[in-house]
């Protein structure tokens, strides 16, 4: 069974303290690791797709980084408006059952404090 | 708005009651999905279609769960005799493209739903 772990559950950091996000996972043949951002009340909203070890993408102050067990979302100088719960998930390639869902971790709920 | 629509937005009900939400997708998009989202969880897959077929159903999905999408346009997701364990965040999502395989998907707001 595909697992995602992220850790911490909750981070706060100071305005400007950069640090990272971890996910884990455990799936039989990745077909990709995506993260995605969530304000509450709201559905996620996408952020970044990994493909490959090794693979790394960025988005202003968001970088994500992808090795063969893990993946990590770095915040570089943080602002207020960041603070969200970040959310990764992962497809699998397995044709048959299960080949268009996502499953996702619980997510890290970040806060960035002014 | 563009976006993903859901509808409603929150809905309380007693249990054994029966609720239908809606999803409407972004237009060009032919696929759509519904996941389910508790407090401090991930969302939780539930259902998937491609156009008006329904490819794919999570096997945690009770049969009192059914979900439609007619003319693969808009869908509906109706629950059977709600039990206090429906309480939830549902959320639709979709997307489109030529890949079978994308996570990229465009959520809604989602509907909550609350059974007392």
């Known amino acids: 069974e595909d697992q995602v772990t992220q850790s911490p559950e909750a981070l706060r950091l100071q305005e400007g303290e950069s640090s990272s996000l971890n996910c884990s996972y455990t799936v039989s043949g990745l077909r990709g690791l995506f993260w995605y951002r969530q304000d509450p009340g709201k559905g996620p909203e996408f952020l970044f797709t990994?493909?490959?070890a090794g693979e790394e993408k960025e988005k202003e102050r968001l970088k994500a980084t992808l090795t063969k067990k893990e993946s990590f979302l770095h915040i570089t100088a943080p602002k207020p408006e960041d603070s969200a719960t970040y959310l990764c998930?992962?497809?699998?390639?397995?044709?048959?059952?299960?080949?268009?869902?996502?499953?996702f971790g619980k997510g890290t709920k970040l806060s960035v404090i002014p | 708005d563009t976006g993903v629509s859901q509808d409603p937005r929150h809905k309380i009900t007693k249990r054994g009651q029966n609720v239908t939400f809606r999803c409407d997708p972004i237009?060009?998009?032919?696929?759509l999905y519904w996941y389910r989202q508790t407090l401090g969880q991930g969302p939780e897959f539930l259902t998937y279609?491609?156009?008006?077929?329904?490819?794919?159903k999570s096997r945690l999905l009770s049969d009192r769960f059914s979900a439609e999408r007619p003319k693969g346009s808009f869908s509906t997701l109706e629950i059977q005799r709600t039990e206090q364990g429906d309480s939830a965040m549902y959320l639709c999502?979709?997307?489109?493209?030529?890949?079978?395989?994308?996570?990229?998907?465009?959520f809604g707001e989602g509907s909550r739903l609350t059974v007392l």
């Open positions: 279609f491609q156009n008006e077929a329904q490819l794919e």
């Open positions: 998930a992962v497809q699998t390639h397995y044709s048959g059952a299960g080949s268009y869902q996502l499953t």
């Open positions: 999502a979709s997307s489109g493209g030529t890949s079978l395989y994308t996570g990229e998907l465009f």
């Open positions: 990994l493909y490959s």
């Open positions: 237009s060009e998009h032919n696929r």
